[in-house]
Structures are given as structure tokens and as C-alpha cells.
T-cell receptor
Framework: SQQGEEDPQALSIQEGENATMNCSYK?????LQWYRQNSGRGLVHLIL?????REKHSGRLRVTLDTSKKSSSLLITASRAADTASYFC???????????FGKGTRLHILP | KAGVTQTPRYLIKTRGQQVTLSCSPI?????VSWYQQTPGQGLQFLFE???????NKGNFPGRFSGRQFSNSRSEMNVSTLELGDSALYLC????????????FGAGSRLTVL
């Protein structure tokens, strides 16, 4: 298993702007997942990108994966107040290994 | 279909007591993972059960234990509670062990006084 490291630790932007957060990891992966957590609640799965994919979209979310740099980015376009949350990446090495999370990126959307 | 259900949602215990938390996974999901979340340490992996067997384990003392029943429901137990055990305990289920999307419950918030 391995833990992703999200960057930045915290991010504040104006509503309507785009938010970008990054994730770095250390070893080869099977896929990488992004999750969102609203304050004090369970995590919600956002998107999964496989190691042979470079980009994936889901609504206002765009995820990229660069396996050569061992990094991923999550872009949220046209941010809304409801996007205020912590975002976690989860590199998955497969082989029935556990999924562990880093500290996350705390995103705050300003009105 | 019903989501992951964790009970109780909130509980208060005193030091030295023990606590049992329950997690009912999504129907058909065979893997249940447990996480502890605190402001200082973040989200830490406790253990994962798959088909009633512990498949993965985090770095927690033996006071933390768990089990999974034949219907995939899982319980975790913390004995001899310490103040530092105050946390949000999250359970997540998935269809298979590892390499799968996790569906989380709302969590059980434990306060140890």
C-alpha cells in the first residue's frame, strides 16, 4: 500500500473560480482514486482513474494522471460553495492491498 | 440500495471502558475497512475484513480489534479506552478486497472523557 500526498494542504478561492489540487505517490499503481469529505462526515468517492488512462472527466471534475511523474491532479471547474470540503487521493497498488489516505487538501470556497 | 450504516453515530465513554462499533455494508459487498480520523493524525487505516478474515491491518495497538460476520457485517472493539481514542471512526465497504471503490458510512464519533 502507499499513501498519496496532497498539495496544497489548504486552498481558498472565490466562488466561480477553478480549483486545482495535486497528489504525488511513490510506487507503481493499479489506479488512483479521489474522494471528498464534508466536515465530520464520511468520504465520498469522486472518480477513479486507471494507470493506463491519462485524463478523465466527471461533470465539473477533471482528473489527470502522469505515471512517469507519479502524480495526479484534480481540477474542479466553476467552483460552488458546496465544493467546500477536504479532498483526498488514494493510490491503489491493487493485489488486494489496503487503501490508505494522506492528510488531504482542505478547499474553502469564498462567497 | 441502502448505504453503509454505522451505529452508534455518537457515543461518550470514560477512560478504561471498552466500546463496540458496528458497520453494516452495502448488500453484496464483502470487504469492510475501518479508519480512525483525528485532527492530529488524519485518516488512519485500522483493518480490513474480507469474507470473515482480516486481510489487512494498520499500525494500531492490540486494544483495537475487529471481526466480520457471515453476513459481512463488521464490528470493531476498543478496550481500555484512552483519551487519545477520541475520534471519528469510519467504516467503508467494497465489493472485493482492495482495488475497489470504497463506500463510506457516516461514521461513529467517539468521545472519551
Amino acid at each position: 500500500s502507499q499513501q498519496g500526498e496532497e498539495d496544497p494542504q489548504a486552498l481558498s478561492i472565490q466562488e466561480g473560480e477553478n480549483a486545482t489540487m495535486n497528489c504525488s505517490y511513490k510506487t507503481s499503481i493499479n489506479n488512483l482514486q479521489w474522494y471528498r469529505q464534508n466536515s465530520g462526515r464520511g468520504l465520498v468517492h469522486l472518480i477513479l482513474i486507471r494507470s493506463n488512462e491519462r485524463e478523465k472527466h466527471s461533470g465539473r471534475l477533471r482528473v489527470t494522471l502522469d505515471t512517469s511523474k507519479k502524480s495526479s491532479s484534480l481540477l474542479i471547474t466553476a467552483s460552488r460553495a458546496a465544493d467546500t470540503a477536504s479532498y483526498f487521493c488514494a493510490p491503489d497498488v491493487g493485489r488486494d492491498d489496503k487503501i490508505i489516505f494522506g492528510k488531504g487538501t482542505r478547499l474553502h470556497i469564498l462567497p | 440500495k441502502a448505504g453503509v450504516t454505522q451505529t452508534p453515530r455518537y457515543l461518550i465513554k470514560t477512560r478504561g471502558q471498552q466500546v463496540t462499533l458496528s458497520c453494516s455494508p452495502i448488500s453484496g459487498h464483502r470487504s469492510v475497512s475501518w479508519y480512525q480520523q483525528t485532527p492530529g493524525q488524519g485518516l488512519q487505516f485500522l483493518f480490513e475484513y474480507f469474507s470473515e478474515t482480516q486481510r489487512n491491518k494498520g499500525n494500531f495497538p492490540g486494544r483495537f480489534s475487529g471481526r466480520q460476520f457471515s453476513n459481512s457485517r463488521s464490528e470493531m472493539n476498543v478496550s481500555t479506552l484512552e483519551l487519545g481514542d477520541s475520534a471519528l471512526y469510519l467504516c467503508a465497504s467494497s465489493f472485493n478486497s482492495g482495488a475497489n471503490v470504497l463506500t463510506f458510512g457516516a461514521g461513529s464519533r467517539l468521545t472519551v472523557l
